[in-house]
């Protein structure tokens, strides 16, 4: 059996591996247009903003989680419309008064590919993630644009943009704007731990088209394998013996369009997120695999330790004898530790944003 193919339950939590636990049922009833088609197409009198009227069928998983996808968070001009898939928590959950908090995913695939649904060895990552919702959590997976589309900082400027258009909507989704946490995997965690770091850095700004009347900054981050100084990753891979960064085609040359000692040191620096680490940072949770052939693990060291001298709370979980994707020298293996390290996110995330805010004490009145 392939390495790859070792998880074959969908969500990591449950005890058996039933698809009625795991898979998304179909569409309750089934979703009609708002208006009844008629013989003769409507016609706009004016020219207005074009909306999608594709009837959408949103999902619902068997733990009651409703998913709304390929909400247009953003159409940047000249490029496709970007959108996110939501996870909202069960209507049976109790709603706080604050909202939920809010967890955004950035999915891999080396700035190259990927997508919003699919992550590391997990064979149905949408129910994992409406796991995750089930917990009184909004869960928002992103997409962004890739580096065959547009070069950086285009696809961290994606990622505070949907992270600003969520806040905007907080009151249509019960999201609690003030706990938000960016969370990714390889080139999403790259993503999620430089919008972590990078709260409010002017070279990082969204376009003019993305308004400013919301807030980019994420209390916490997770990040996955992933990577963090640009600058010193060619030299850790040729000592790790990992996937060379020698040549024009590497993923991080892509990203930036330039190629390894030819990229100036502004351009290394404004895409690596150790470069933007400061005491107001917020907590970060670093997992990764000791034998990682793709993203060294000393680049998840490297940033560990910024965190830690930089006085940020940081955890890392380095798992022994696993590979980028935990992938594993067995099938055992690579499902051990992908259990492992969404145990430790799902923990990492109730303690950071699952808690409301403590509020301020009450002063006592004075005695005027």
Known sequence: ????LAIVCGVWAVA???TSQVQPSEPSGTAEPTAVASAQPAIASTIVVREDKYPRHDVFFANGVQSIPEVAYAKPLGFRPLTLDLYLPPK??????TGFPLVIYVHGGAWLGGDKRHSGPFVDFPSVLATLAARGYVVASIEYRLSGESK???????VKTAIRWLRRHASTYSIDATRALAWGESAGGHLAALAAVSCGAAGLEPGQQTPKDASDCVQGAV???GTFDLSTISKQAREAHAVSREKRDAPEWQLLGCFADQCTGEQLAAASPIRYVDREDPPMLLIVGNEDSVVPYTQSL???AQLDNAGVHAEMVTLAG????FIGRTPADTRDAALQAMQSTFRFIDETIGRPPTPPPVQPASED
Do not use: E, L, N
């Open 223 to 225: 990040s996955w394998y």
């Open 322 to 325: 696993i590979d980028h994707g």
């Open 152 to 158: 950086f900082p285009a696809q961290v400027q994606d």
């Open 92 to 97: 049976s959950r109790p709603h706080p008064v």
């Open 302 to 304: 490297q940033m560990s």
């Open 1 to 4: 059996m392939p390495r790859a």
């Open 16 to 18: 058996s591996c039933s």
